[in-house]
């Protein structure tokens, strides 16, 4: 076919189109228009009701099953007030294993104070993206503090951990380049991946011999090659070995990202994170990545690492470039609580000392707590959906709140009970935990 042919065919096409465009235009206005849901007979009704999409069903499946069962459902329990090592859901007083709150920051009264003082002069929201109009101080303050707790030159914060994974991975990488993943990675880091069209392969879990198979056979097949782990696993509590991550990345010519969502404030003496429990030299990791919303008990993310990484993202990353400043209030809570973390030690010393007390007793139960490094995350695995969700309720009941981990979050045989610890955990709240875990083992 010609040129000139193509382009007829394209005419005659666009004509058509207007003039189909004009005759309902036309029809429209008179009134006399036929409706169009009389042509939606042929569409099956799974394309267009939301009570027919298969999510929707597996839901209805689990929240039916548990009625049947006559087990109350683990999930969305309201907490009313600061959730620490006690919370109160409903009016019920709980010691509470359910949330990250590893050294006790949020509700603090200078992390609150900060806060206050920041909506008192700054408002709830900047109201703009910052590269527009968004920019405050607050934001400066906070990323430079970030920046020189790493030893490294600069860092970018965003309103969302699990956006700044998606952001920065899909940002930086694009389809002939690969990522190669530990396999339990966090959702949004696979997210990330999967925007970007980068090939991906997982490697097993803390596995480095597995990684380095999948990183001989190909990396001469990709430009740009991505190692990420992350610093301390969620699911089991367990620390990937990073000198020897860095070597291979040197070896190989590739960048590596830790995802330190779990374990900037938990892991090194001070809670520096994975490179101080390692001494490592801050700039052998390519991009540190963390949330604000755990140990430093406000919501986002942030990215640390050299100048040429940050400004990048600073200036074209779309997660950053196209969605709101982070709120005054958030900045300076987690401003506030990292100023907090890095002058009371003390705090990541008792956290320690409580995992590893939690640990010991999980083991003297002939427990099984999987690869956990008894730091702030130690599951039990009980190898059973039902019985994990039938445990968390009974726990419940005697004034212990501990969520269930469930098939699909993990396979059906790893299904768990996970607990969070905190530095506010006494070790009579461990020592009550562990004798109601007996009992109700003991008795079911
Ligand atoms: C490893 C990891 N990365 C990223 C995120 C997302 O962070 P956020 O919840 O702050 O959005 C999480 C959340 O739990 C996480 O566990």
């Not at 058509?16 to 005759?23: T, V």
């Not at 008192?120 to 900047?126: E, L």
Request: one cysteine or more; a neutral charge.
């Amino acid at each position: 076919m010609s040129r000139n042919s193509r382009s007829l065919t394209t005419q005659v096409k666009e004509k058509l189109i207007q003039k189909g465009l004009e005759k309902r235009m036309d029809q429209l206005a008179k009134g006399t228009a036929i409706p169009l849901s009389i042509h939606h007979h042929a569409i099956p009704d799974s394309y267009t009701r939301f009570d027919r999409q298969p999510g929707y069903q597996q839901v209805r499946l689990m929240q039916d099953g548990a009625q049947r069962l006559g087990v109350e459902s683990p999930f969305f329990h309201v907490h009313e007030g600061t959730a620490s090592a006690r919370s109160t859901i409903g009016t019920q007083q709980v010691i509470n294993y359910g949330s990250y709150n590893y050294l006790n920051l949020s509700g603090h009264p200078r992390v609150n104070a900060a806060a206050i003082a920041a909506i008192d002069r700054y408002g709830t929201s900047v109201s703009a993206s910052r590269i527009v109009a968004g920019e405050r101080p607050l934001h400066c303050e906070l990323e430079n503090l970030i920046a020189s707790t790493y030893g490294v030159d600069d860092a970018l914060v965003m309103v969302s951990g699990h956006a700044t994974n998606i952001s920065v991975i899909s940002h930086l990488l694009g389809p002939k380049d690969m990522v190669l993943h530990d396999e339990y990675a966090h959702n949004s880091i696979l997210l990330g991946i999967q925007l970007a069209g980068a090939q991906r392969l997982s490697f097993r879990h803390n596995d480095l011999e597995s990684l380095e198979q999948k990183l001989g056979r190909h990396r001469h097949q990709v430009e740009r090659l991505l190692i990420v782990v992350e610093g301390l696993y969620s699911m089991d509590g367990d620390v990937p070995d990073l000198p020897a991550l860095v070597a291979l990345k040197k070896q190989y010519g590739a960048w590596l990202m830790v995802d330190e969502a779990h374990s900037f404030g938990v892991l090194g003496r001070q809670g520096l994170g994975i490179r101080e429990h390692f001494h490592t030299d801050p700039h052998d990791v390519d991009i540190w990545m963390g949330t604000l919303s755990k140990t430093l008990a406000a919501c986002g993310g942030y990215v640390a690492g050299e100048q040429a990484l940050i400004e990048n993202l600073r200036y074209l990353a779309p997660g950053f470039l196209y969605s709101v400043g982070m709120s005054p209030p958030v900045a300076a809570a987690a401003t506030a609580a990292l100023q907090i973390l890095l002058s009371e030690p003390q705090r990541v010393s008792t956290l320690h000392a409580r995992g590893a007390y939690f640990l010991e007793h999980v083991r003297s139960l002939g427990l099984n707590p999987g690869y956990s490094a008894g730091l702030a995350i130690t599951p039990v695995i009980l190898g059973s959906s039902l019985e994990s969700v039938r445990l968390s309720a009974a726990l419940l009941k005697q004034g212990i709140h501990v969520q269930p981990i469930l098939y699909p979050a993990v396979p059906e045989k790893q299904a768990r009970l996970r607990f969070f610890l905190s530095s506010a955990h006494s070790v009579e709240d461990i020592d009550k935990t562990v004798a109601a875990l007996k009992k109700t083992l003991s008795h079911p």
